[in-house]
């Protein structure tokens, strides 16, 4: 066998040794739990007042759709409306997640929340409820980051 042959054989074998396989893709349970956790770990962010941690969790192009208001655009606008927000007010805030739908590295959830946000200056508390959609979108690392935001609220305010 010509040594050219030898040569080519040895590295169609060095290389094939070398291929990376893909991890496998997580179940959609596995996908399900990572989400549930990063929205206890955003949840708490905003009820602690955690600007740093709700930071870290958003992408840099996250948006949030806010009714009758312009939209917050990336992730500097979005710190600064929550930073704003948290030097103001608290928040205690729920999610009741009615649909998660995951297709590959992006998923949606649908569902209702309620916010009680009470003023730090002293005014009677307010409480708002309503509907969300959110858009998740998995990271490089396999992590997932809220990506789009969105919600209406039902009209109900209460004090």
Request: charged share 20%; net charge positive; aromatic share 4%.
């Given at each position: 066998?010509?040594?050219s042959t030898l040569l080519a054989l040895f590295l169609a074998a060095t290389l094939a040794?070398?291929?990376r396989t893909a991890p496998p893709k997580p179940s959609f349970?596995?996908?399900l739990a990572a989400i549930t956790a990063f929205n206890a770990k955003y949840?708490?962010?905003i009820n602690a007042g955690d600007i740093k941690t709700l930071s870290a969790l958003t992408d840099d192009d996250h948006i949030i759709l806010i009714p009758?208001?312009?939209p917050i655009v990336g992730k500097a606008a979005n710190d600064a409306a929550n930073g704003g927000a948290f030097e103001r007010f608290d928040f205690d805030e729920s999610w009741t997640p009615e649909e998660t739908v995951i297709d590959g590295d992006l998923a949606y959830q649908r569902g209702t929340f309620t916010t009680s946000s009470t003023?730090?200056?002293g005014a009677d508390k307010r409480v708002v409820s309503g509907a969300f959609l959110r858009i998740y979108r998995r990271q490089p690392n396999g992590q997932w980051r809220m990506t789009r935001d969105m919600?209406?609220?039902d009209?109900?305010?209460r004090n």
């Open positions: 066998m010509p040594k040794g070398c291929q349970a596995e996908d949840l708490g962010s009758n208001r312009a003023p730090k200056a919600f209406n609220t009209g109900t305010q």
